[in-house]
């Protein structure tokens, strides 16, 4: 799986939008991106992933560059539940490889929403 | 609750003692996933079930390590002559589906000390 680079942290106002930049320069035409959240002491929360086009669903926004080396997860209004640990993952599919579907966590950024 | 749970929430053992973790996953999910997660730094990967077959195995799941899914549902992850070094979160995930591109779901983590 493609490797990615997160910034370690980063603050937004509640009620701002926050932006949360990944970067994998080095991303294979059939990898997805992945975004994971964890908020302190519970496991990882899977949040939205895609492939090529940008995807929205009722948590967040994806928006994947046009050559795929990066992307930027979009928290329209965040609160202060959205502080927590965000995982960027580029992972295979599932279906055919070896990598059956396992999650490769970096370090993340952990992203602090202030009152 | 369907969610993936996960027992014990919290284990403190003496090094050298023998430790047995439980996961159940959401019941039709036929994936089941081991992370370790220590302080500071994201999940790793452990090992991987699909149904009752265990598929592949970390680096990091010595000989001490040993993971079972007898009947395809619960899993066991058994340490055996604890170490220091083996105090960690322990979180169990599970997936299903046909789709390539299934999203992992998180169980709530077995946090062990090892004194």
């Known amino acids: 799986d493609a490797k990615t680079t997160q910034p370690p942290s980063m603050d937004c106002a509640e009620g701002r939008a926050a932006n949360l930049p990944c970067n994998h320069s080095?991303?294979?035409?059939?990898?997805?991106v992945y975004w994971y959240r964890q908020i302190h002491s519970q496991g990882p929360q899977y949040i939205i992933h895609g492939l090529k086009n940008n995807e929205t669903n009722e948590m967040a926004s994806l928006i994947i560059t046009e050559d795929r080396k990066s992307s930027t997860l979009i928290l329209p209004h965040a609160t202060l539940r959205d502080t927590a640990v965000y995982y960027c993952i580029v992972r295979a599919p599932n279906a055919g490889g070896t990598s059956y579907g396992k999650l490769t966590f970096g370090q993340g950024t952990i992203l602090t929403v202030h009152p | 609750d369907t969610g993936v749970s996960q027992d014990p929430r919290h284990k403190i053992t003496k090094r050298g003692q023998n430790v047995t973790f439980r996961c159940d996953p959401i019941?039709?999910?036929?994936?089941l996933y081991w992370y370790r997660q220590t302080l500071g730094q994201g999940p790793e990967f452990l090992t991987y079930?699909?149904?009752?077959?265990?598929?592949?195995k970390s680096r990091l799941l010595s000989d001490r390590f040993s993971a079972e899914r007898p009947k395809g549902s619960f899993s066991t992850l058994e340490i055996q002559r604890t170490e220091q070094g083996d105090s960690a979160m322990y979180l169990c995930a599970s997936s299903g589906g046909l789709a390539s591109y299934n999203e992992q779901f998180f169980g709530p983590g077995t946090r062990l000390t090892v004194l």
């Open positions: 079930f699909q149904n009752e077959a265990q598929l592949e």
């Open positions: 080095t991303i294979s035409g059939n990898e997805y």
């Open positions: 019941s039709e999910h036929n994936r």
